[in-house]
Every structure is written in C-alpha cells, then in structure tokens.
C-alpha cells in the first residue's frame, strides 16, 4: 500500500511564498501522476494541480500563475510552491495520487495526511 | 469546466434511516464518479467509485447508482459512525472536480 508523507511551514506571511513537499512510499513513484488538493476551513475541497515523474504538469486555471509543481525522482518526492499568498490560500492541503500508470485519472485512494497552511503576519 | 451540484447542502436524519445524496453533473462524465466521506481532521476517503462500485472495506450499507449526469449515494440504515460530510468528484478529466459537499448529521 503507498503511503504519502507531506510536511512544509504551516504560517505562510501575506506575499511571501508556500512550500510543501510530499514523499511517496511503499510502491512505485514513476509512471504515475501526483497532485495537492485543498481545503480552506470549513469549506470544500479544490484542485491545485498534478504532475507525473517525468515533470508534466497540469495546474488549476484559477491559481496558474502562482504555482509551480516539480519531482525528485531519485527522493520518490514532489513539491508545490504558491507565491503571493494570501489570506484565501489558508487551507489543508494534501498530496494524493492522482492518476494510474496509464495516465488515466482515477478515484483517490491515497492520501497524505493533510498540512495545515495558514496565511498571517 | 465540468461543474459538480449536489444536493442536500445539510442532511439531519435518525440511526436506521435511509439516506440519499444527489450529484448533478454540467455534462457527461459517462461513469467516471466517486463518492468520498470525510471526517473531521481525516482526509476524504473512497466508498464509491465508477458511480457504483464499492470500494473494499466499505460496509455493504453504501451503494451508488447513475451514469451521466445524475447519481447518488444511499446509505441505508444509518450509523452513528456515518456522521461526516460526503462529496462526489467526477474523474472524467483531468483535476476532476468535486460536489460542495454534504453534512450528514444523526
């Protein structure tokens, strides 16, 4: 069974940059693709964006242009960063594989176990 | 974008009863739903998948049903333990997107 491990800091000032990192375990890294997901408190869940190992990326339209996804295929990791954070940017975020090994979207099944982002000076 | 409507935003009902969530989809996403229940704290997790496949582990009480545009979750015979909130996602496309939830209350 796969298990995804994620940490990064939990306060994030206003402008300044998001970083969280999320290692995979326990099955294969390659050949599958691997995405954030979030939650603002209270809320529902959102979409950030996925990447596979060979670092193709797919992000949300709404956040495009602050994100940046990459892998470490030699560390089983990959990374998210969101720049000009904002209060709105407060949420759990989790780390989910997010397709098969034929690149073909399925129901998520693992998880991380979520990372608590809160955006405050 | 594939939008995702479902329905009751908040559900109060009593241990025993029968309990169905609606998703609505904007267009066609033939099969590709799941249905996931989410604990405070927990991340969500599957009990249904390609509209009305259970997933294993989960008590036979859940079921799916649909294709398309309209489906739903049923819970028949509530347990307390049923308490979370419920959400659909379509993963028809890639960022498959999700219903707003349902609060399931006892």
């Known amino acids: 069974q796969v298990q995804l491990q994620q940490w990064g800091a939990g306060l994030v000032k206003p402008s300044e940059t998001l970083s969280l990192t999320c290692t995979v375990s326990?099955?294969?890294?390659?050949?599958?693709?691997w995405g954030w997901i979030r939650q603002p408190p209270g809320k529902g869940l959102e979409w950030v964006g996925e990447i596979n190992h060979s670092g193709d990326t797919n992000y949300s339209p709404s956040l495009e242009s602050r994100v940046t996804m990459s892998v470490d295929t030699s560390r089983n990791q990959m990374s998210l960063k969101l720049t000009s954070v904002t209060a709105a940017d407060t949420a759990v975020y989790y780390c989910?594989?997010?397709?098969?090994?034929?690149?073909?979207?399925?129901?998520?099944?693992?998880w991380g176990q979520g990372t608590l982002v809160t955006v405050s000076s | 974008d594939i939008q995702m409507t479902q329905s009751p935003s908040t559900l109060s009902a009593s241990v025993g009863d029968r309990v169905t969530i609606t998703c609505r989809a904007s267009?066609?996403?033939?099969?590709?739903l799941a249905w996931y229940q989410q604990k405070p704290g927990k991340a969500p997790s599957v009990l249904i998948y390609?509209?009305?496949s259970l997933e294993s582990g989960v008590p036979s009480r859940f079921s799916g049903s649909g294709s398309g545009t309209e489906f739903t979750l049923t819970i028949n015979s509530l347990q307390p333990d049923d308490v979370a909130t419920y959400y659909c996602q379509q993963y028809s496309t890639s960022l498959g997107t999700f219903g707003q939830g349902t609060k399931v209350e006892v």
């Open positions: 989910a594989r997010v397709r098969n090994n034929y690149g073909i979207a399925v129901a998520l099944r693992d």
């Open positions: 267009q066609s996403v033939s099969s590709w």
């Open positions: 326990g099955g294969s890294f390659s050949g599958y693709y």
């Open positions: 390609k509209a009305s």
